[in-house]
């Protein structure tokens, strides 16, 4: 079987998954909901803007334009943390079905059935991104309309809602590799959960801001919400924008390479 062949395959299993259709069901519902609430705290918020171009938040006057881009990073992520559930849910379906012995058998390859996967489970969760770009472009149209309508062209716009796509396909395949190395759906979601417990407590963070800072959760928090100029409205951030993306990037390739590795070593069951 081709490479292209493989992949439509993979795809193919991805879209007639119940389960997938279920979970994407919720992502996107949630979603709507964030993006929602985002608009109506930051309209609420644009009542005591001022000639400068600040707004009052948390008792103290906040830079409203860059409260505006950290809006729309933050209308992503919230959403973006249920997604380890789809790839939990595409990768444990090899192991729950007994599946996995059936796919070898079509494409003998392990290295090709596992990059097809992944390839397959970029697709899909790129279309939910797609419909998560068109929510959070409305939502910025709707915030600005009567403000600065302008500001919906700026770069900072696209950069946020791009690093927010990338943060939903990265978690997305960081937790398929994770499903794929346990062998089991279960513990794929609770890896995750316990990387966004991590990161939600500020267990580490409290203490060791450093280490902290290369948790994939928290890496994807430093680069999705923080503006360099506006203050901390909750918890500090552990590093740069750019570090956390590399750092997020650091974790998708290292777990899909080990996940690779065991399963070519590994017998299929």
């Known amino acids: ?30 979603g709507l909901f964030f993006h929602y609430q985002s608009a109506v705290g930051f309209l609420e918020s644009l009542k005591s803007i001022d000639e400068n171009g600040m707004h009052w938040e948390y008792r ?29 849910t595409i990768a444990g379906a090899e192991f729950r079905t007994g599946q996995l012995g059936v796919s070898l058998l079509a494409v003998p390859s392990r290295t090709q059935m596992v990059i097809s996967k992944i390839i397959a489970t970029i697709i ?17 149209y709707f915030m600005i309309k009567d403000w600065r ?8 716009v696209y950069i946020k809602i791009s690093g927010g796509i990338f943060f939903l ?38 203490f060791a801001p450093a280490v902290d800072a290369w948790t994939p959760i928290s890496a994807a928090r430093n680069l999705l919400l923080q503006e ?30 080990i996940s690779l590795i065991l399963l070519k070593r590994r017998d299929a069951r």
């Open 169 to 206: 396909v990265a978690i997305t395949l960081i937790t398929l590799g994770f499903t794929l190395i346990t062998r089991r759906t279960l513990l794929g979601i609770l890896i995750m959960g316990g990387f966004i417990g991590v990161t939600m407590s500020q267990a580490i963070a409290s």
């Open 228 to 257: 360099a100029q506006l203050p901390d409205m909750g918890p500090l951030f552990s590093s740069s924008n750019l570090m956390g993306g590399m750092v997020l990037m650091l974790w998708l390739i290292g777990v899909l390479i």
């Open 124 to 140: 899909y969760t790129l279309g939910i991104g797609i419909t998560y770009t068109i929510m959070s472009l409305i939502t910025a």
């Open 1 to 30: 079987m081709n490479r292209m062949a493989t992949i439509r395959s993979e795809f193919t299993k991805i879209i007639t998954l119940r389960s997938v259709w279920i979970i994407t069901f919720i992502l996107l519902a949630v």
């Open 149 to 156: 309508p302008e500001f919906l062209w700026s770069p900072q």
């Open 60 to 88: 103290r006057p906040i830079n409203a334009e860059l409260d505006f881009y950290s809006t729309i990073g933050t209308a992503i992520f919230n959403p973006g943390i249920l997604f380890p559930l789809l790839g939990a």
